[in-house]
């Protein structure tokens, strides 16, 4: 149910003004996308995206949303949101994340099994600020 709601999550940014791009191995502009269908079933769980206005623009989207959970585990069946630039990577100095294409405007999201449509309206709120 994940891979649907993640698909679903997916069809949802890729419309959205504000963000610049998505990173799912489903995704038609995903550059290994054939390989991915080949080997998996489904697309999982897993999105990340790039907010076009950089990382106050994901910081106001990661604080805001009530169902996806800011925290930096990404493994289990509720849904997670992380920004990696002053999370995971944060002990990485910026330009050496910049190098290795971690843009500060990265969102990752972990989906889990709510109600897409809850999830969805979460994104909606969040991203609408």
């Known amino acids: 149910r994940h891979c649907e709601n993640a698909m679903a999550i997916v069809e949802f940014l890729e419309e959205h003004p504000k963000v610049e791009k998505i990173i799912y191995p489903f995704h038609t502009s995903h550059p290994q996308q054939k390989i991915a269908r080949h080997q998996m079933k489904d697309g999982g769980g897993m999105i990340s995206f790039i907010m076009k206005q950089g990382r106050d623009a994901a910081v106001r989207v990661v604080e805001n949303t009530k169902i996806f959970t800011l925290a930096e585990s990404l493994g289990g069946v509720e849904?997670?949101?992380?920004?990696?630039?002053?999370?995971?990577?944060?002990?990485i100095p910026k330009e050496e994340r910049k190098?290795?294409?971690?843009?500060?405007?990265?969102?990752?999201?972990?989906?889990?099994?709510?109600?897409?449509?809850?999830l969805l309206q979460d994104l909606k709120r969040a991203l609408g600020l």
């Open 99 to 118: 190098r290795a294409g971690l843009d500060d405007g990265l969102i990752r999201l972990s989906v889990g099994i709510e109600h897409v449509e809850d």
């Open 79 to 91: 849904s997670l949101v992380e920004l990696p630039a002053i999370m995971t990577h944060a002990s």
